[in-house]
């Protein structure tokens, strides 16, 4: 959460009022958004970083100017899987470049970061990926019912798979590895929680490049 002045006399020391908070840092020539905390729309949370109010904001980005590129600084430990790829999807359909900076990026955090069309760590970021899961509270099901989410889940997890590999997931793998061999060995690791530092996520094929120095509104300068 950023904050932003308002209208005070900066003659004066500046106290707490003369400032509010903001989901994002949006100027003519700078875009800065946040996704932080777990991924829930509409009504779970209302803030300005959670993925609906992220998705509304590129959308509105987009219709005032499609070149300015925007930076979506991501720290999520991942969450409602819908929500997720409704997000994924509006990042690959925005006609202004965005640049994914992943900080802990987990879970259904992973392909919201991968939709970006560039993609940075900083030196201490951290990655996780892991199969899709559901919990259930005070629900009684039936052996129908399981079932039903059974495929579900199936289909979200060979959903998330064609993901990574699309946006160019290596799996650590040679240059020239197939296809299948790719997705037998994503699927082979993410069995259980995998985690990747940032030089393991960049050998992984999830992070273009490690940001040391670079300042982040440069990045998209840059673009």
């Given amino acids: 959460m950023f904050r932003k002045l308002v209208e005070a006399d900066f003659n004066?020391?500046?106290?707490e009022s003369c400032f509010e908070y903001a989901g994002g840092y949006l100027t003519r020539t700078a875009r800065l958004l946040t996704l932080?905390?777990?991924i829930a729309g509409y009504p779970y949370r209302s803030d300005f970083s959670n993925p609906t109010a992220v998705g509304d904001d590129i959308l509105a980005l987009n219709i005032e100017d499609k070149t300015i590129p925007i930076v979506l600084l991501i720290d999520s430990p991942g969450g409602e899987v819908f929500s997720g790829f409704?997000?994924?999807?509006?990042i690959r359909s925005s006609e202004a470049p965005i640049i994914t900076v992943g900080q802990t990026v987990a879970s259904m955090a992973i392909p919201v970061f991968l939709a970006g069309s560039k993609r940075y760590a900083l030196p201490h970021s951290r990655f996780m990926l892991h199969l899709p899961r559901v919990t259930y509270i005070g629900q009684t099901l039936d052996a129908e019912e399981l079932r039903i989410h059974g495929n579900l889940l199936q289909d979200i997890k060979e959903s998330l798979v064609e993901c990574y590999i699309e946006r160019g997931v290596t799996a650590g793998l040679k240059e020239g590895a197939s296809k299948s061999q790719i997705r037998k060995k994503i699927l082979i690791d993410i069995d259980r929680d995998v985690w990747f530092t940032a030089k393991d996520a960049q050998a992984y094929g999830l992070v273009e490049e490690i940001l040391h120095r670079q300042n982040i509104l440069q990045i998209a300068g840059s673009v």
């Fill in 12 to 15: 004066k020391t500046a106290q």
């Fill in 36 to 38: 932080r905390g777990t």
């Fill in 86 to 90: 409704n997000l994924y999807d509006i």
